[in-house]
Antibody
Framework: EVQLVESGGGLVQPGGSLRLSCEAS????????MGWVRQAPGKGLEWVAD????????HYADSVKGRFAISRDIATDSVFLQMNSLRTDDTAFYFC??????????????????WGHGTLVTVSS | SYELTQPPSVSVSPGQTASITCSGD??????VYWYQQKPGQSPTLVIY???KRPSGIPERFSGSNSGNTATLTISETQAMDEAEFYC?????????FGGGTRLTIL
């Protein structure tokens, strides 16, 4: 059974930093792109970032580019999101998600087929 | 940047068919994905690559995509189908979600 368990959320002041972790199990972690999606309380889904299987390619939403960094560790089957210069509008539940698709069809063929339960990040003074 | 537009809400009576639309410029040229999210839960993929169903998703869920509009159709709706639904597509190497549609079973 695929499992994704996020941790690291909490309360942080504006301008502060936080590092989220997502531990994966139940599948071959090194074979999948992994991503983060966030959801502000009562709002819709917003893609944040994703990372290739070997960690050598990352993509970010414009809203977090330059402030957030995604990484992964195949030794612990984990993906991380380092969040710096946090703002109040970064307050959200952050979900870790596995991406599945057909490489020959390109990134457009990928979907988020498994999700964690999320961890809440609150940015407030 | 690319945008996906969904109606805020759709209502349907139990047993009827619900159709939720997702609009975007030449959306039919891209694959569309649909996610269901019930209150307090994480999203679940219900349709991928326009019209395919992941294992465990009932046949009542179907999808189509043509022109500028993709449609998620839920036939024989049940109370358990009440949820928020999001469409998703790719814009180059970035992901775009629609704003979400609240499906209410009256």
């Amino acid at each position: 059974e695929v499992q994704l368990v996020e941790s690291g959320g909490g309360l942080v002041q504006p301008g502060g930093s936080l590092r989220l972790s997502c531990e994966a199990s139940g599948f071959t972690f090194s074979s999948y792109w992994m991503g983060w999606v966030r959801q502000a309380p009562g709002k819709g889904l917003e893609w944040v970032a994703d990372i290739k299987q070997d960690g050598r390619e990352q993509h970010y939403a414009d809203s977090v580019k330059g402030r957030f960094a995604i990484s992964r560790d195949i030794a612990t089957d984990s993906v991380f999101l380092q969040m710096n210069s946090l703002r109040t509008d970064d307050t959200a539940f952050y979900f870790c998600a596995r991406e599945s698709g057909v490489p020959s069809l390109g990134r457009g063929s990928y979907s988020f087929d498994s999700w964690g339960h999320g961890t809440l990040v609150t940015v407030s003074s | 940047s690319y945008e996906l537009t969904q109606p805020p809400s759709v209502s349907v009576s139990p047993g009827q068919t619900a159709s939720i639309t997702c609009s975007g410029d030449k959306l039919g040229n891209r694959y569309v994905y649909w996610y269901q999210q019930k209150p307090g839960q994480s999203p679940t993929l219900v349709i991928y690559q326009d019209k395919k169903r992941p294992s465990g998703i009932p046949e009542r869920f179907s999808g189509s995509n043509s022109g500028n509009t993709a449609t998620l159709t839920i036939s024989e709706t049940q109370a358990m189908d009440e949820a928020e639904f999001y469409c998703q597509a790719w814009d180059s190497s970035t992901v775009v979600f629609g704003g979400g549609t609240r499906l209410t079973i009256l």
